[in-house]
Structures are given as C-alpha cells and as structure tokens.
Nanobody, 125 residues
Framework: QVQLVESGGGLVQAGGSLRLSCAAS????????MGWFRQAPGKEREFVAA????????NFAESVRGRFTISRDNAKSTMYLQMSSLKPEDTALYYC??????????????????WGQGTQVTVSS
C-alpha cells in the first residue's frame, strides 16, 4: 500500500510559478516510479510528467516540456513538480501517482496503481 498527499496548489497569474509536492508513505518510496497527471473540468486525465525510482530518468508531456521540472527526494519520500511560465491552460486538478512496476516512460493512467486526492492549480490570465 502507498498513500500519497499532494500540496502546493493555488492561484497564480499567467507567467508565474508554483511548486507542487507529493508526500508518500507506506511502501519504500525509492522502489517505484512516480508521475504527475492533471484533469481539467470536462476533460480526461492527462499525463504531465514522470520520474524513475532513482530520479535518473524523467519524461514530460509535450505541452509542459521546458516549463516544468520533476524531481524526487527519496530520503524525504517526496516528489516535486516545479511549474514555471504557467499558462491559463495549465489550470487543472493535479494528481500524483505511484507506478509500482513501470518506469518514467509510463504515461497512461492505468499504469499507475496509487493516486493522491489532487491539488488545484488555477492560472489567471
């Protein structure tokens, strides 16, 4: 079992920055890959970024590449998503998820077993 809790969301103006955190507990954090997804109202959940268990591999959706970075601190059992140059279209509920058997190249929600409750990010124009 893995429990995930996101934090760091909020309201920010376009062009601003936010850092999301995902605190994990339960199974050894350094043994599995992690990912971030987001879901806007009326839209399907979409992949944002993922990171391997070691942090050595990262993967990003085309829409956020160059603006977002993903990292993890295995000693703190925490993953981060640094978001910069935010756009109104980044507005969504952001979820972190644990991928027990995959890698940073896993981009489909069904590949992730455990999910947090989400944190809202709203970018105003």
């Amino acid at each position: 079992q893995v429990q995930l809790v996101e934090s760091g969301g909020g309201l920010v103006q376009a062009g601003g920055s936010l850092r999301l955190s995902c605190a994990a507990s339960g199974r050894t954090f350094s043994s599995y890959a992690m990912g971030w997804f987001r879901q806007a109202p009326g839209k399907e959940r979409e992949f944002v970024a993922a990171i391997s268990w070691s942090g050595g591999d990262t993967n990003f959706a085309e829409s956020v590449r160059g603006r977002f970075t993903i990292s993890r601190d295995n000693a703190k059992s925490t993953m981060y998503l640094q978001m910069s140059s935010l756009k109104p279209e980044d507005t969504a509920l952001y979820y972190c998820a644990a991928n027990l058997y995959g890698s940073a190249w896993s981009t489909r929600p069904r590949e992730y077993v455990y999910w947090g409750q989400g944190t809202q990010v709203t970018v105003s124009s």
